[in-house]
């Protein structure tokens, strides 16, 4: 296991500026009830008192004669690393402490909501990045190459471009980050002949290797190419090793009878092709079929079968919005999908959902609050009005893990479950599993460009709460005592793929016009032309240069 630590002294990953560093500067400690003498102590090493792990300091010693009591230390700044935090009561036999609550204080230089929106979230995604592999880890509780996510290393290459055009770190440290997770997924095994050949890279690794039970994806294959051919190009870099890796996917075992793309295989014994209805399976409207048809058709030319009619399959936020964080959003694609449209009118429902007033002014309830397809499924609500959420305007309803771990049954092994407002067949926002419905904060960064005014004050809504903060991230959240809304149940995973869906978005806001991914979009000729054949039909595939 990781000894991770924190630098005190300088919170944020290295790379990160020195005059965006945070700084941790107090502790404070809420106590319910206790009787002895307390004090804290921060340590380098684990808990014991064998050198070299020593603490570097020592709190006051306090006297604790009953009843609550809060605690606040001002820290030095020189404190540096620290890996553990002990508080330690002597005394009489039967004295005790209760310690419901510990915070450590944090200064931090950036005072603008969507700023701190983006820093925040791109440092914990960084932190996830593990320099010796060049992989990310798919959330922060794994050890380094233990489980890491391919989609997600990929979109660590994509956020390490927009850091350097935002300027919260240097080309050379975004040249480092985009280079060594170059490297280490080009190094990645891709599917033999067990699997069809289709030279798909996996969705999870450990040390290298497929993950037993895990899949050889096409969606996964195609976002981390796309986002590396893009972080390269803005940087750049060379894109042909990577453009090499679309063009050698064998797009014939991937497509299925009724001409839609697989998701890919499989790794059982033998491999099973990943069919659409099937768990893991789609070919459902949502950007995810539609960026696996951009890889098909910048490596091809072509393009598969395409699900065109919205809505998504179960209203899932980030399915809505994933392929506009890579590249531009087309104003009608070849199939006649009005994406600005279909992304304001998806933006609108989930802003609304617990607010179900607004959601039949938008369109998006008719007057029973019943999913609009007559195939919906049994008991399908596309509004609740929720006393919790709709007074403060809060939103978001996306697949992610779900925000109480306690709550499943020991058998229940699913901890990722597919939130989101009604769409074409289902809908999930929590009732229905816990009796509480759920926010999920990251889709207000995915939209944050949509609807920046309801993404902000989401965000500070997070941050009042002590949430968001530069070391928390609330994956995913629900109050549990609903109408008095006092308290809260968070997951705090802090997720690599979440994380970068929402320093993206966030990302997306801040850079406006001077957007490095899409101007590498234009610029590489590979995704170019695979743009323009999905964005007209008719397009006829040409190469770049003509020989004579």
């Known amino acids: 296991m990781e000894q991770a630590t924190i630098n005190f002294s300088a919170i944020f990953p290295p790379q990160i500026k020195p005059e965006y560093q945070g700084h941790i500067t107090g502790l404070r400690i809420r106590i319910l009830d206790g009787r002895g003498t307390f004090y804290v102590e921060l340590k ?35 404190l540096g690393q620290i ?26 230089p950036y005072p603008d909501t969507s700023g701190r929106a983006f820093l925040w979230s791109y440092a914990m995604l960084l932190a996830n990045w593990d320099p010796g592999s060049g992989l990310t880890r798919d959330h922060a509780y794994y050890a380094a190459n233990q489980f890491d996510n391919v989609s997600a290393s990929g979109v660590q290459a994509a956020a390490a471009a927009m850091a350097w055009r935002l300027g919260f770190i240097s080309q050379d440290s975004a040249t480092e980050i985009v280079s060594k997770t170059t490297q280490a997924l080009l190094a990645l095994p891709r599917d033999g002949d067990d699997c069809g050949r289709s030279r798909l890279w996996p969705h999870f690794v450990d040390h290298g290797h497929i993950i037993t039970g895990t899949e050889w994806s096409s969606i996964d294959t195609v976002i ?24 050698d996917v064998r797009w014939n075992t991937l497509t299925l009878t009724d001409g839609h793309i697989s998701h890919g295989y499989w790794f059982t014994t033998p491999c099973q092709i990943i069919e659409p209805g099937g768990e893991g399976g789609w070919r459902d409207f949502g950007t995810e079929s539609w960026v696996v048809n951009l890889g098909y058709a910048a490596a091809t030319g072509k393009v598969a079968e395409f699900d065109h009619t919205p ?16 590249v531009p959003r087309p104003d009608r694609d070849r199939w006649g ?31 029973d609050h019943q999913c609009q397809d007559p195939d919906a499924g049994e008991g399908c609500s596309c509004c609740r009005d929720h006393p919790c959420y709709g007074p403060p305007g809060l939103f978001g309803l996306t697949p992610v893990e779900v925000p109480d771990l306690s709550a499943l049954s020991p058998a229940d ?32 960064g995915v939209i944050a460009s949509l609807r ?21 991230n609330p994956e995913s959240l629900m109050f549990v005592d609903e109408p008095a809304c006092g308290q809260i149940v968070w997951n705090a995973r802090k997720g690599s793929w979440e994380l970068g869906l929402q320093t993206l978005g966030w990302g997306r806001l801040l850079v ?37």
């Open 413 to 444: 092994k699913r901890t990722y479950r597919e939130f989101g407002v009604c769409g074409e067949h289902s809908c999930m926002d929590g009732t229905d599993s816990w009796g509480h419905a759920v926010i999920v904060p990251h889709y207000a």
């Open 512 to 548: 406006g016009d001077n957007h490095p991914l899409y101007q590498a979009m234009w610029a590489n000729d590979v995704l170019r032309q695979g743009y323009l054949v999905m964005r007209y039909a008719h397009r006829v595939f040409l190469p770049t240069v003509m020989k004579q």
């Open 44 to 78: 380098i090493g684990e808990n014991t008192y064998c050198p070299p792990h020593y603490a570097k300091w020592t709190s006051a010693h306090v006297n604790l004669s009953g009843g609550p009591r809060d605690l606040s230390f001002d820290l030095p700044s020189n």
């Open 83 to 108: 890996q553990t935090l002990n508080w330690v009561l002597t005394g009489t036999e039967g004295d005790y402490v209760v310690v419901d609550r510990v915070e450590l204080t944090a200064t931090v």
């Open 337 to 367: 999908t009005q994406w600005i449209t279909y992304s304001q009118q998806a933006a609108d429902c989930q802003l609304a959902y617990y607010r179900c007033q607004e959601a039949e002014a938008a369109g998006c309830c008719r007057g």
């Open 311 to 326: 809505p998504t399959f179960n209203g899932g936020g980030f399915i809505d919005e994933l392929a506009w964080l890579l």
């Open 452 to 472: 920046p005014t309801r993404a902000i004050s989401l965000w500070n809504w997070i941050e009042t709460k002590g949430l968001f903060t530069p070391l928390n």
């Open 224 to 247: 981390a190419a796309v986002a590396l051919i893009e972080a390269r190009e803005a940087l750049g870099l060379g894109t042909t090793e990577v453009e090499q890796v679309l063009k």
